[in-house]
Structure formats: structure tokens, C-alpha cells
């Protein structure tokens, strides 16, 4: 009896340690390599009645969608087609210890010439949810770019009901003239840059811009089922409200990060950011707009004034026909995003579900509506009480904003007043080297790149949000200033807007972090009045952050991730001007704490 006791014991340890082997394995056994090749080359599309040449990923504008686990290894070669230097940037991951993968021009890495590669390595480790790729050189990610849907590890559950379908929804803006010939403009004459024509939901203007209309975008859907639509701000240079006709969402992520779900009849989403909402089609069964237009927040500073839509249409609804394209971006499901002369048309050249009654319009916001905008922003919160990391070891305060440089009056002193348009953070007006990276210079020691200086607090303190400025305060300087973050500090920023020329909402994204959104408000920040104002409950976490208009934002994070870390205005037209800074993480004391050695293939610096 004895002896069939032990062995009944020694089974059952046996059979416990089995399974909890297979705990930490399954996980491991069920990722998987993902591979996928990029090129990037010259497309001709037609937008607005005119075909154009732009700069494509694999001949398809939005971009290939990248649909990976939670886990999965990825590895995406590009191959550089087209004429200008590229990189690509992989916004919202984390990068843990690998930098080199990021892609920020000459911040990580050197851009991939003409007619070179570069394959970008990495694993999605504890991330899931909505992010997206696109270029990080020039102004390249106007038309490169797409969407990063991360889904749960294989065999787990979203926390909320499985939706019926879900669409990536890609807001951006189209020039008619190649972008990059719009920034070099803007850089040769000093002037900001001009404004797009037309703003875009998954490549398409949608109906109410000039010969557009047979092509704009349609979701369909069932009655009564539910639709996770992925939203994404890929727009260079505009913070956008969206509202779909008819119908709630309910928020339940931001920034590839879990919310606590609320309904809302309006999203806010500055570039860069994602919001994923569900909506159930209780509608009457028929056509609705899904519509996009501008929050402009800064007085009197001209703005793309359109309005993208796209048509949310049931299937098989009175007057509609019973089957239906879809433009989204899904997986497979782009149809109207590649070439001139590629369509889903029938043989008969008519557009099925393009046909119809027509959809009915929702509520948008005014352009400079703060208020519904703030109470959007401050409607997303961390589904549970999280653990804030705290006390603080490293502090900054930083202002963001425009500045003006002075010049002599001519063809290059185009700006306000005859001075060049320019921005900067704490004054430092961030300038990018051009013969090796940020990344390189710091892991190879290489001396005369940057200095490790950047201010942790403004040269000069003033009246940061006032509209009169003292003018001597107007102009920044031009620098390559890192500030050094010891490995394991507590983290806190406090972003704060400026009055300097225009005050202006300044989506504020540090690459290769989450960050706690601790609080935000308006005017100058008082630690001693506002830090009693700190949400260190359930703050939301994000990659991106809108600092409001005439206001500040204060994040917290550890700084765990070794390296070089791009901190940028998000909004293109202030990122060329200067509104950036890095964050030189240090190793800590192992080498699981230490920045990976660069890949042989990584992009060689041209001098």
C-alpha cells in the first residue's frame, strides 16, 4: 500500500510539474516568425482628378496592413525603389534593448539608400492591440504608411465580447504636389509649410471632394452584429475629430493600450494616435458617414478645412446592393489602394456598393471646439487601479512650442514678420546629424555628435502661455542636446505649451516608452497647485500624449529600455522645425539591461 501511495504521489508531481512546465512553454511553442518584405517605390495614383506619382510600400496606398500575435518574432525587409533616402518606424513598440530597429532617421540608424535594405528585426513582447508603421525620413510617411494590428497570444481573449469583424480605419492627408516638394519649399523659404488639399479615410477623400466619389471607402456591416473599428491618425500635420452618423462607440483601447470602456459620439485623435471603438449596427438598416475633419486649436494658422468620409453601409438594406467592396485596410481587404487602373469594379465598370440612398451625416465638432476635445481626452482611463511608479528620480520640465528665427529680408526670410518658421523644446531647436545616428554615435563612443546637456528646466522662466511674449524670447537655438535618463529612474515630464508666435495642442510621442498620462490642464503648470490633480489610480498609459492648447501634460514612466529615444512633436510640420529632443537611457548592470549590438546589415553612414 505504501509503495502505491509513493507512486500515486510520484505521478501526481510528475503530472504538476508537467503542467507547469507546459505554463511557461505554451506561451513560447505557440509564437511564431513572421516575415513580410517591403518595397518601397514609385506608384502612380489618381486623387482629386489628377494622377500623381507617390511613394509607396509594395504598390498599395494606405500600406500593407502587418497582423502579428502578441509574441510573435517579426522580421520586414525593405528594399529601397524609389529616389529618396527612407526608414521606417515601428510606432508604439517598444523596442525593448533594440534601438536598432526603431527607425528614426539618424536618430537609430542611418536611412536605407536608394537601391539598398535593411531588414527590421523584432519581437512584440507583452504588447497587443492597435499601432501602426510609416516612414520616419522627410516627409515620407504622408503616403508610407499602415496599419500594426498586434492580437492577443494565440488562445486568449480580448477583454470585451468578440466583435463580428474588424477595420482599420487610416485618417491622412494627400497634397497635390509631392510632399516632399512641399517641405523643401518650406525649407528653402522659411515659411511654415502649406497645408494639405484634402484629408483622406483609408486613402480616399470620400464624397464631397472633386472625383472622388466612386471610390470612397465602405465598411459594411450586418444588423445587429458589432464592429471593432481600429482608428489611426497617420495625418502629417492635423489633429482630427470623428464621428460616425447614427450610431455610439464605445472606447475600449487608445494607443494599443486597454481602457475603461465608455460610449461617445465623437473621437479625438492627434497624429500618431490610435483609438479602437466598438459599434453594434442597431441603426435602421441603410447608409451612414463615418466623417473626419480638423480640430485646429491654434488662432489665425491656416488648416486643411476638409471633410473625409467614408460610408458605414448594411448589407442587403433597402436600396443598397447586396454585396458590397470594402475599403478598408484590413488584411486582404484594400481594394482601392494600388494603382491607377486597378479597381473592384464589375465587368460592367459600375462600383458595387456605391449605389444607394443617401448616407446620412453625423455631428462633427467645430474646428476649434477645446471643450468637446478635452472631454474626450479626459474620458480614457486604465481599465483597473495600476501601480504608478513613483517616488520621482529624474524630473523635467519642458516647453514645447514655435519660435522664429531672425534673417536677413529676402527669398529665404519668408516666415512671420521676415524670419524663418522654426520650434523647439526648452529653447533647443533639435537639429539631426547627418553622418551617423544618435544610437551609433552613443554605443561607439563617437565624439562631436551631440552633447548629453538638454536643459531640465527652461533657460528662462515667463509667462509660458501669455500672447505677448516679450519678442527677445522668440528666437531658439539650434543644438544636438540629449538628456541622459540613468537606467531604472522614475521618469516624470511635465510638457508645457507656449504662447510664443501661436499656442497650439502639441501631440508629444517618446519612441521606445509608455507613459503614464498623470494629468493635463490649461495655462502655466504650478507643481504646488496641480500635483494634488494627479490621477495615480487609474491613469491611462499612452505612447502619445495632447499637450491642450495653451496647457501642459505631465507623464511618468521607468526608464527600462536602454538607448537613444526619440521625444518629438508628432505633428510633421513642427518635428522639421525643431520640437524635438532624445532621451540617452543608460545601460544598467547586466546585460539583459544593456542595448543589444547593432545588426551586420544595419543601413552604412554615407559621409
Not at 486597454?258 to 466598438?278: A, N, S
Not at 490633480?533 to 529600455?561: C, E, K, M, Q, Y
Request: hydrophobic content about 40%; some cysteine; proline content about 9%.
Amino acid at each position: 500500500m505504501a509503495a502505491m501511495a509513493r507512486s500515486g504521489i510520484v505521478k501526481l508531481l510528475c503530472s504538476s510539474a508537467l503542467l507547469l512546465l507546459c505554463c511557461f512553454l505554451l506561451p513560447g511553442a505557440l509564437a511564431e516568425e513572421r516575415f513580410y518584405e517591403f518595397v518601397v517605390k514609385e506608384t502612380l495614383v489618381k486623387r482629386l482628378c489628377k494622377a500623381q506619382k507617390i511613394i509607396t510600400v509594395n504598390g498599395q496606398f494606405p500600406g500593407p496592413t502587418i497582423e502579428v500575435y502578441n509574441g510573435d518574432t517579426v522580421a520586414i525587409k525593405a528594399l529601397n525603389l524609389a529616389r529618396y533616402n527612407v526608414t521606417l518606424h515601428w510606432h508604439g513598440l517598444r523596442q525593448l534593448r533594440n534601438g536598432w530597429a526603431d527607425g528614426p532617421e539618424f536618430v537609430t540608424q542611418c536611412p536605407i539608400r536608394p537601391g539598398g535594405s535593411y531588414t527590421y528585426r523584432f519581437t512584440i513582447q507583452d504588447q497587443e492591440g492597435t499601432l501602426w508603421w510609416h516612414a520616419h525620413s522627410s516627409w515620407l510617411r504622408a503616403t508610407v504608411h499602415g496599419a500594426l494590428i498586434i492580437h492577443p497570444r494565440r488562445g486568449l481573449p480580448y477583454p470585451f465580447p468578440k466583435p463580428h469583424s474588424e477595420v482599420p480605419v487610416i485618417l491622412a492627408e494627400w497634397w497635390r504636389r509631392d510632399p516632399i516638394a512641399v517641405l523643401r519649399q518650406s525649407m528653402i523659404t522659411g515659411a511654415p509649410p502649406n497645408v494639405s488639399d484634402a484629408l483622406l479615410i483609408n486613402g480616399q477623400p470620400g464624397d464631397f471632394l472633386p472625383c472622388s466619389s466612386q471610390e470612397t471607402s465602405i465598411i459594411p456591416v450586418v444588423a445587429g452584429e458589432t464592429s471593432l473599428l481600429r482608428i489611426i491618425n497617420a495625418a502629417m500635420n492635423t489633429e482630427l475629430f470623428v464621428s460616425l452618423a447614427g450610431h455610439r462607440m464605445t472606447v475600449v483601447a487608445a494607443d494599443a493600450m486597454y481602457t475603461k470602456p465608455f460610449e461617445t459620439t465623437v473621437v479625438l485623435l492627434g497624429p500618431g494616435q490610435t483609438t479602437d471603438v466598438l459599434v453594434t449596427a442597431h441603426a435602421a438598416p441603410g447608409r451612414y458617414y463615418l466623417a473626419a475633419r480638423a480640430y485646429a486649436s491654434a488662432q489665425g494658422v491656416p488648416f486643411d478645412n476638409t471633410t473625409a468620409t467614408a460610408i458605414f453601409q448594411y448589407k442587403n438594406a433597402p436600396g443598397c446592393p447586396t454585396t458590397a467592396t470594402t475599403a478598408g485596410a484590413g488584411a486582404g481587404a484594400n481594394t482601392f489602394n494600388g494603382p491607377v487602373g486597378r479597381s473592384s469594379a464589375t465587368s460592367s465598370g459600375r462600383h458595387l456598393g456605391r449605389t444607394g440612398p443617401p448616407p446620412m451625416l453625423p455631428f462633427l465638432p467645430t474646428f476649434n471646439d477645446t471643450r468637446t476635445a478635452t472631454a474626450f481626452s479626459n474620458s480614457i482611463r486604465s481599465p483597473e487601479p495600476v501601480k504608478v511608479p513613483g517616488p520621482v528620480t529624474q524630473e523635467v520640465f519642458t516647453t514645447v512650442g514655435f519660435g522664429l528665427f531672425n534673417c536677413r529680408p529676402g527669398p529665404f526670410c519668408q516666415g512671420p514678420n521676415n524670419t524663418r518658421f522654426g520650434a523647439s523644446m526648452n529653447n533647443v531647436s533639435f537639429q539631426l546629424p547627418s553622418t551617423v545616428s544618435l544610437l551609433q554615435a552613443h554605443y561607439h563612443r563617437i565624439p562631436g555628435v551631440f552633447t548629453d546637456d538638454f536643459p531640465a528646466f527652461p533657460p528662462v522662466l515667463f509667462d509660458f502661455t501669455s500672447q505677448s511674449v516679450p519678442r527677445a524670447l522668440w528666437q531658439p537655438v539650434k543644438g544636438t542636446r540629449l538628456y541622459r535618463v540613468r537606467y531604472g529612474a522614475v521618469v516624470q515630464i511635465v510638457f508645457q505649451d507656449t504662447g510664443i508666435f501661436a499656442a497650439e495642442e502639441h501631440p508629444m510621442h517618446i519612441h521606445g516608452y509608455h507613459f503614464y498620462v498623470l494629468a493635463t490642464g490649461f495655462g502655466n503648470y504650478d507643481p504646488r497647485r496641480d500635483a494634488a490633480r494627479f490621477n495615480l489610480v487609474d491613469p491611462p498609459s499612452r505612447n502619445t500624449v495632447g499637450v491642450p492648447v495653451g496647457g501642459w501634460a505631465v507623464v511618468r514612466f521607468v526608464a527600462d529600455n536602454p538607448g537613444v529615444w526619440l521625444v518629438h512633436c508628432h505633428i510633421d510640420a513642427h518635428l522639421t522645425g525643431g520640437l524635438a529632443m532624445a532621451l540617452l537611457v543608460e545601460d544598467g548592470e547586466s546585460q539583459l539591461e544593456a542595448t543589444m549590438p547593432p545588426p551586420l546589415d544595419l543601413p552604412i553612414c554615407v559621409l
